[in-house]
């Protein structure tokens, strides 16, 4: 079964524009609720963060903001850029902080 | 540190052949992992272990086989390889600290085709 659903399958934005990346989870026994980023022909990379007991993260240009009680996260670019162009990925942590349950993905084009 | 490595980058099997996709890293992690990543559907877990000596199964285990005789290796074994396990498979890493989020460290990945 799906635990993590992500939306949308795919978005263009305009350079400095905002991207906006949702996921809705079903078990609420998650610990974290990180995103990854991946280039073509590499591997997931760790991108941000949250914990279920804040309501918000930034770092740089990169927001995830958490809404337990509606069970949804997403992640917002702020000011996006074209080296911003990949695919990311929501994923759900559970037991202890290791194993990961990931989304579908986003695959995300900045044009400018 | 090298991080991840995984080998081979490519390759490409007969219905019926088995192999074995090699994963190493030199960050001394607890945690090792492999998931394969299909169009569409995100990546999978297929097993993974929480230390030398000590595997479990992922949400999709079956076809696979994997051991840990080191802290360093992580090493995949398709037994009889099928059309179904054609993916691009990829291993990570991470310390294994409870109640804390530990990134995982991906490798490049092995593209595998099965014909």
């Known amino acids: ?112 | 540190n090298a991080g991840v490595t995984q080998t081979p980058k490519f390759q490409v099997l007969k219905t019926g052949q088995s192999m074995t996709l090699q994963c190493a890293q030199d960050m001394n992690h607890e945690y090792m992992s492999w998931y394969r990543q299909d169009p569409g559907m995100g990546l999978r877990l297929i097993h993974y272990s929480v230390g030398a000596g000590i595997t479990d199964q992922g949400e999709v285990p079956n076809g696979y086989n994997v051991s840990r005789s080191t802290t360093e290796d992580f090493p995949l074994r398709l037994l009889s390889a099928a059309p179904s396990q054609t993916s691009v498979y990829f291993c990570a890493s991470s310390y294994s600290q409870r109640s804390a989020y530990n990134e995982q460290f991906f490798g490049p990945g092995t593209r595998l085709t099965v014909l």
């Open chain 1, 1 to 112: 079964q799906q635990q993590v659903k992500q939306s949308p399958q795919s978005l263009i934005v305009q350079k400095g524009g905002i991207s906006i990346i949702n996921c809705a989870y079903e078990n609420t026994a998650f610990d974290y609720f990180p995103w990854y980023q991946q280039f073509p022909g590499k591997g997931p990379a760790l991108l941000i963060a949250i914990r279920p007991d804040v309501s918000e993260k930034k770092e740089g240009r990169f927001t995830i903001s958490f809404n337990k009680s509606a069970k949804q996260f997403s992640l917002h670019i702020m000011d996006s850029q074209p080296g911003d162009s990949a695919t990311y990925f929501c994923a759900v942590i559970t037991g202890g902080g290791n194993k990961l349950t990931f989304g579908t993905g986003t695959q995300l084009k900045v044009e400018l």
